[in-house]
Structures are given as C-alpha cells and as structure tokens.
C-alpha cells in the first residue's frame, strides 16, 4: 500500500527533486510511494497545476514545492 504520493508531471525539475527525497526516505522506512501525473488526470490538473509537486501522505496533502527529508519521516511516524 502506497502510503506516500507525489503528484508532478514529466520535466518538473522540482518533481525529480521530490521524488529522490521520497526514494531515499521510502527505502529507509519501507514506506511504499506512487507517483501520479496531473497529465493524466484532469481533475488532480485543475486542482495542483500551480503547486507542483505536491507530496501527500495517507491521501492527506502533505508538502507542496519542496519535501524535507526530515519532516517526511516524522509524517510517516505518526
């Protein structure tokens, strides 16, 4: 069960970014992730296609932007 997902588009730069802290973070915790595109859904595009990525954990919005590696792990604790 994914319990953490990003939300991006293919050549976001910060995306790419998210998704190595989410890797690093996924791995160390066993937390399994997705990743979604607003490309392929019109409803997650009209809602986040300024605030990409967006980083959600438990389907609960999370981080927008930019995802600290420290503050992931403590999301995942509680």
Do not use: N
Request: charged content about 35%; aromatic content about 6%.
């Amino acid at each position: 069960m994914a319990r953490i997902t990003l939300i991006g588009k293919p050549g976001c730069h910060l995306c790419d970014v998210a998704q190595e802290v989410i890797e690093k973070v996924s791995a160390d915790t066993g937390a399994g992730w997705r990743k979604v595109s607003i490309d392929d859904d019109r409803a997650l595009k009209r809602k986040y296609w300024d605030k990409i990525p967006v980083i959600m954990v438990d389907d609960a919005e999370f981080a927008m932007y930019r995802v600290e590696e420290e503050g992931l792990r403590a999301a995942l604790e509680r």
